[in-house]
């Protein structure tokens, strides 16, 4: 560590935590997980598993400390449906978990990989073994989609990235009944040039709600001659009106270095989909997939990353 560039997360030393090996079943590649914590404090990961046709559907894996002694769905826990929910052709990606204490339920928002791209869909469960399908709650091309905890004064609030060419950049939307949304505003632009979050920034996990503001960690991807790089920076945005960026930092805070998170079916690549906070209300476990390959851990202190984003100009 330098003074430079601190380091806000800590990789665990014996990453990667979870890959194709673990898995019950035969597998390609195990990334891009959700996260929540069940009621017992059991840490679930909803793990992006794409099989070997190349499609991709979600699988959860338990663990009591998060770390290790993961315990694998013994089969696929939510496979794609396209006899019902044709949007699933190409199977189903990047699940974002969202725990909403007014339902009773986990929202999970994920990428329906349709015939016409990505799109957003939304599923609810109360178990992560009996889901609800609310099908495509926003059309292609669009991901990188989060639903916040609870209600923005009367509405649902959903954070996503629609594309439209030449720029990808994170909107918010909202709605009354979680299948009809509107009111949409635009929340954080891709930066443009040389940046390292240029021309195309998503959500990265859902945001995280502290006293000064929702903190989201987002993906920026640089294109370069040798392909994109995909790294991690931060911003804050106001409780109460979520799509007003309180502050956002210039550097990015974490990107691929290690060879598990340079080398894999697509290299140069972290890309988190979910995080636990733990029960000291500090100590933030960052779940990420790394090389579109397999999955790893880092940890960082929530106190300390708003103190990184209070000092940035
Ligand atoms: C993004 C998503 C992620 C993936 C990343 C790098 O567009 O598809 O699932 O990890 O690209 O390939």
Same mark, same amino acid.
């Given at each position: 560590?330098?003074?430079? *560039?601190? $380091?806000? %997360?800590?990789?665990?030393?014996?990453?990667?935590?979870?890959? &194709? @090996?673990?898995? !019950?079943?035969?597998?390609?590649?195990?990334?891009?997980?959700?996260?929540?914590?069940?009621?017992?404090?059991?840490?679930?990961?909803?793990?992006?598993?794409?099989?070997?046709?190349?499609?991709?559907?979600?699988?959860?894996?338990?663990?009591?400390?998060?770390?290790?002694?993961?315990?694998?769905?013994?089969?696929?826990?939510?496979?794609?449906?396209?006899?019902?929910?044709?949007?699933?052709?190409?199977?189903?990606?990047?699940?974002?978990?969202?725990?909403?204490?007014?339902?009773?339920?986990?929202?999970?928002?994920?990428?329906?990989?349709?015939?016409?791209?990505?799109?957003?869909?939304?599923?609810?469960?109360?178990?992560?073994? *009996?889901? $609800?399908? %609310?099908?495509?709650?926003?059309?292609?091309?669009?991901?990188? &989609? @989060?639903?916040? !905890?609870?209600?923005?004064?009367?509405?649902?609030?959903?954070?996503?990235?629609?594309?439209?060419?030449?720029?990808?950049?994170?909107?918010?939307?909202?709605?009354?009944?979680?299948?009809?949304?509107?009111?949409?505003?635009?929340?954080?632009?891709?930066?443009?040039?040389?940046?390292?979050?240029?021309?195309?920034?998503?959500?990265?996990?859902?945001?995280?709600?502290?006293?000064?503001?929702?903190?989201?960690?987002?993906?920026?991807?640089?294109?370069?001659?040798?392909?994109?790089?995909?790294?991690?920076?931060?911003?804050?945005?106001?409780?109460?009106?979520?799509?007003?960026?309180?502050?956002?930092?210039?550097?990015?805070?974490?990107?691929?270095?290690?060879?598990?998170?340079?080398?894999?079916?697509?290299?140069?690549?972290?890309?988190?989909?979910?995080?636990?906070?733990?029960?000291?209300?500090?100590?933030?476990?960052?779940?990420?997939?790394?090389?579109?390959?397999?999955?790893?851990?880092?940890?960082?202190?929530?106190?300390?990353?708003?103190?990184?984003?209070?000092?940035?100009?």
């Amino acid at each position: 560590m330098n003074h430079q *560039h601190p $380091e806000l %997360f800590i990789r665990y030393k014996l990453n990667p935590i979870l890959s &194709a @090996a673990d898995w !019950p079943y035969a597998v390609n590649s195990v990334f891009n997980p959700g996260a929540t914590l069940l009621p017992d404090g059991t840490t679930l990961l909803l793990c992006r598993v794409e099989d070997r046709r190349g499609l991709s559907h979600l699988c959860a894996a338990r663990s009591v400390n998060g770390v290790d002694g993961w315990q694998i769905d013994a089969q696929p826990t939510l496979p794609s449906d396209p006899e019902h929910h044709p949007e699933e052709l190409w199977g189903i990606e990047d699940p974002r978990i969202t725990y909403v204490p007014e339902l009773h339920k986990y929202a999970i928002v994920y990428t329906a990989y349709t015939r016409d791209g990505p799109g957003v869909s939304l599923a609810l469960t109360e178990d992560f073994h *009996h889901f $609800e399908r %609310f099908g495509v709650i926003m059309s292609p091309e669009d991901k990188d &989609a @989060a639903l916040l !905890p609870h209600r923005i004064g009367d509405f649902w609030a959903l954070i996503h990235r629609p594309v439209s060419a030449p720029g990808a950049h994170i909107w918010i939307s909202y709605s009354s009944d979680l299948r009809q949304w509107g009111s949409h505003k635009l929340m954080m632009e891709a930066r443009k040039g040389g940046w390292w979050d240029a021309n195309k920034i998503g959500l990265s996990p859902p945001p995280i709600e502290t006293p000064q503001g929702w903190l989201v960690i987002y993906h920026g991807v640089k294109h370069t001659s040798a392909g994109c790089l995909y790294r991690l920076g931060l911003a804050l945005f106001d409780l109460h009106t979520p799509e007003r960026c309180l502050k956002r930092g210039n550097e990015w805070i974490f990107g691929p270095q290690e060879p598990y998170e340079q080398h894999g079916d697509v290299g140069s690549v972290v890309f988190p989909c979910g995080y636990i906070l733990a029960p000291d209300g500090d100590t933030l476990h960052l779940y990420y997939g790394a090389a579109d390959s397999r999955i790893a851990l880092a940890t960082g202190s929530l106190r300390g990353i708003l103190e990184w984003l209070e000092q940035q100009p």
